[in-house]
């Protein structure tokens, strides 16, 4: 067939291809890669063996440094080697000034809605430092897997609002990666625990990792993992343990950390391997070299460290009440409760999860991989390579999104825990009589006041035709899609008038602002530019060629008459004329005629799917 | 071949339009439907197909929600026997029940600050439960026989539902403040 003459020799798009994909567990304090290959899930080390890559980046005046060269560098420059920056993606500047302690770094407040920290190499993003661990990370799949990647499976705390996915797949699109899917944190671990197990049943994932803490409560039957609720803490983790400790040494050694941020960074150091070693021993003796250079030394006893973090870990239990609620289910129900990420190895953690769940813990997969290997599950399904894969991710909002109405209050439009995708409208109308304007204040949060949940975006809809106050009939859209992502549209209903904009979080990066870190990060010579775009250009080109290939060899037949067959057959061939040539251009434009050829096919595709879903059943009633 | 989007709820799922339908075959339906048009089965379609995807897995979900909830499943039959249930309610209330929830108001803000609130919110919560069970029983028999009559009573009984689901997520908001 025609078609197939598209693909470049050695570059083969023939369907059966595996495809090379990967899941990225982008942790807070360590990140991981891993694939499937022939069959197996598995993380990918980096030379030295290591499969873990601590997140941190270090910037020095020539290069960047990444994973665990720049955190052991990280004493001698703690101001320029950025730890545990997940807890900054999509936090705005005041947010970040509330929890300062945490981050001896110095920000620079600027126009843009993203904070930047100051380093010697330039302003940064916690975006952009971000991309810097992805793409450190796709070096590494890359070199193991010997080719160029399809996409990736990016994993994300379930308790992740709207801003900080965002935030997470522009510092993908800044590393240049595909993303396949965003998949919740616990999800992927039930994915590597689910299909290890073939266990049906409701299972209860308590994830609790650096800097994140989210509890998901899913059943599992037959291949679909289905969410019935999470809850969380997106900042709540082993990093407020060491802080715990850091606080004590500081009580006990009477210090003085303000300008020294040297000294905080050592402290912190001693307090996680205190932590660390109290995993098996009963007490841990920690060592300072305090700013006079004096010696000093104290003994953590096990008591003392329970007593110091038991606060902390309490404040996981309320989220595990609420999730049980929500998903309707008592402690009976419960098949089992897995534990997932670094700082469930703390026995005091496991303890009081326990306690609370009145049964005992799964720990046998190691709590630091589950995440990453079960995304790589996902991407093998996504990227095509299990074409009669039954398995399915049904999961669900965390946190319920609404509108600013008045009086400073909000109006729920879709409440957390609804399975997604999902779309919601909500009528509103004017206020004033011949009011042509209406300002929308999108919000996402589960307490009653504006002030008390997150501000996702501002927008306006303009050219209301003039009425009388409350005639109009605006209907506001929300459409969240399967990585929890939001969409809002609004229309006037009388007049047919719309607007539409994708939320760009009010923390969140604009589509300039990419742009611009995309040109400066790659340093591109404006040729180079060019080429990577109509590289992109014809990756889709090849997708969309090879998908509705695939379409319809299946049934085109079936469901197009000779003349729409033809329509088709010719708009395809000229995106592969266009494929062919150099314009950027073209190529968009001749996706572009493809997709409205193809818009009536689709959807009697999309039809044909959901009546052959359903046509048993119409049998049996005829029996 | 009728599309999904002008079926209704009940023929999406190819259910009989009754109040007391089986969850189970609802439930395996929807999971069969999701594995049809779910957008993760359309990772390598084109975009028109992937938006068409997210379009009706939104619309099956939607379906989902509405038929798997007593109260909104029995405002959605009545909404496709034509009763109009976007108004706000009309105060048709019978005294009796305004009363009653008077009363359980009050005993919801005694609990706030009383001994051992946490097992008096446990009691109120049942109470409240069973209230709604009652309500549910009722409506079946309703929904079964609809007319004029039946709807009028069913509509005020969704309403009734709806303080006490009301009244369910305050007392939640309660319990969230005393643990």
Request: contains cysteine.
């Amino acid at each position: 067939m025609a078609l197939l003459q598209i693909a470049e020799p050695g570059e083969s798009t023939a369907p059966h291809q595996h495809k090379l994909a990967i899941g990225i567990d982008l942790g807070t304090t360590n990140s991981l890669v891993a694939t499937v290959r022939s069959g197996l899930a598995e993380t990918l080390a980096d030379e030295n063996d290591e499969h873990l890559m601590p997140s941190v980046v270090q910037y020095t005046a020539d290069s960047i440094v990444i994973g665990k060269t720049a955190r052991d560098n990280s004493v001698n420059d703690p101001m320029n080697t950025l730890h545990s920056i997940k807890r900054l993606m999509g936090r705005g500047f005041a947010e970040i000034q509330a929890t300062a302690n945490h981050f001896p770094y110095e920000f620079s407040q600027t126009d843009s809605a993203v904070p930047r920290i100051k380093t010697v190499r330039g302003d940064v993003s916690a975006i952009e430092v971000s991309a810097e661990i992805l793409k450190s990370l796709t070096t590494r799949a890359e070199q193991a897997l010997g080719g160029e990647l399809t996409g990736a499976v990016i994993t994300v705390p379930a308790y992740f609002d709207d801003a900080q996915r965002q935030a997470t797949k522009d510092a993908a699109r800044l590393a240049g990666l595909k993303v396949l899917r965003l998949l919740n944190e616990p999800t992927a671990a039930a994915v590597a625990y689910g299909l290890d197990r073939g266990s049906e049943g409701v299972h209860v994932i308590y994830d609790l990792g650096g800097g994140t803490f989210d509890i998901s409560i899913l059943r599992l039957t037959r291949g679909v993992f289905e969410v019935l609720s999470t809850a969380g803490d997106s900042a709540l983790g082993g990093d407020d343990l060491d802080q715990a400790i850091a606080n004590w040494l500081i009580d006990e050694a009477k210090l003085d950390i303000s300008h020294n941020e040297q000294l905080h960074r050592q402290l912190l150091d001693a307090a996680k391997a205190a932590k660390e070693s109290l995993t098996d021993a009963q007490q841990a003796e920690i060592q300072l070299t305090l700013p006079d250079g004096e010696q000093w030394q104290a003994t953590l006893s096990h008591e003392k460290f329970n007593e110091l973090v038991d606060p902390i870990i309490k404040k996981s239990l309320l989220p595990c009440r609420r999730a049980l609620r929500d998903a309707g289910i008592e402690l009976d129900d419960i098949e089992d409760i897995v534990m997932v990420g670094g700082s469930t190895r703390v026995p005091r953690v496991r303890e009081l999860v326990e306690g609370f769940f009145k049964q005992p813990l799964l720990v046998d997969i190691d709590p630091d991989k589950v995440v990453a290997i079960g995304a790589s599950i996902q991407a093998d399904v996504l990227a095509g390579n299990k074409p009669d894969d039954d398995m399915l991710l049904l999961d669900v909002l965390p946190l319920s999104l609404g509108l600013e109405t008045m009086g400073g209050l909000v109006e729920k439009v879709i409440p957390r825990n609804t399975t997604i995708p999902v779309a919601r409208a909500q009528d509103f109308t004017t206020f004033k009589d011949g009011q042509t304007a209406m300002s929308i204040h999108v919000l996402q949060g589960d307490r009653e006041l504006v002030d008390d949940c997150r501000s996702l975006a501002h927008f306006e809809l303009r050219g209301i035709p003039q009425m009388v106050a409350g005639a109009a009939r605006i209907r506001i859209t929300f459409q969240v899609d399967a990585d929890g992502l939001l969409e809002v549209s609004a229309r006037e209903e009388t007049s047919q008038v719309e607007s539409r904009i994708q939320v760009k979080p009010s923390y969140g990066l604009t589509d300039n602002e990419v742009e611009a870190m995309l040109r400066d990060s790659f340093d591109y010579a404006a040729d180079d530019m060019q080429l990577r775009m109509l590289r992109e250009q014809q990756v889709e080109a090849d997708r969309v060629i090879e998908a509705l290939q695939a379409a319809l060899q299946q049934d085109g037949d079936a469901l197009l008459s000779q003349d729409e067959r033809q329509t088709i057959d010719s708009a395809v061939q000229s995106l592969i004329d266009a494929r062919q040539g150099e314009s950027v251009e073209a190529i968009k434009q001749a996706i572009e005629d493809v997709d409205k050829a193809t818009a009536e096919y689709a959807q009697r595709r999309m039809d044909a799917s959901i009546n052959k879903a359903m046509s048993g059943h119409k049998l049996e009633e005829f029996e | 071949m009728q599309d999904a989007v002008t079926k209704n709820y009940f023929e999406l799922f190819e259910l009989p339009v009754t109040f007391d339908i089986d969850l189970n075959v609802l439930t395996q339906r929807y999971r069969e439907l999701q594995h049809a048009v779910h957008p993760d089965k359309f990772a390598n379609a084109t975009d028109r197909e992937r938006m068409l995807a997210v379009q009706q897995t939104s619309l099956i979900n939607e379906a989902h929600t509405s038929l798997k909830d007593p109260l909104l499943r029995a405002r959605y039959m009545l909404s496709l026997a034509g009763v109009d249930i976007t108004n706000e309610p009309e105060t048709v209330m019978d005294t009796e029940f305004l009363m009653q929830q008077m009363e359980l108001r009050e005993q919801l803000a005694e609990i706030k600050g009383s001994q051992d609130a946490l097992t008096n919110l446990d009691n109120f919560m049942a109470n409240v439960k069973s209230e709604l069970k009652k309500r549910i029983q009722t409506l079946s028999e309703l929904l079964s026989d609809l007319n004029t009559e039946t709807q009028k009573q069913a509509y005020a009984l969704t309403q009734q539902m709806q303080f006490l689901y009301k009244l369910q997520s305050e007392a939640e908001q309660i319990e969230e403040t005393l643990l």
